[in-house]
């Protein structure tokens, strides 16, 4: 299979071995600078590597609440 992740602050460029589907969720959290938690499966594929955030998000203060409530509910924050 084949996914592309694209982001500002992704270091990770071209082809990367080894991947699992469980792997992506910790990866997304890392990136968006959200705790991994440890009951989660799969390793983030950033992990030990720079991870600058951007200073805007381009979501307004409601739409970052929206995200915080939507991922709190799957289970991925606290």
Known sequence: GAFVLASSNNPLQGKV???RLLDLAPTL????DYDIPGSM??????QGKPVSMP???GLSA???E???????????IS
């Not at 499966?41 to 950033?46: A, M, P, R, T």
């Open 55 to 57: 200073e805007n998000t």
């Open 41 to 46: 499966q799969g390793l983030s594929l950033v």
């Open 62 to 64: 409601e739409g970052e």
């Open 17 to 19: 071995e080894g991947v």
């Open 66 to 76: 929206a995200v915080k409530r939507r991922l709190s509910g799957l289970g991925y």
């Open 29 to 32: 959290l890392e990136l968006a």
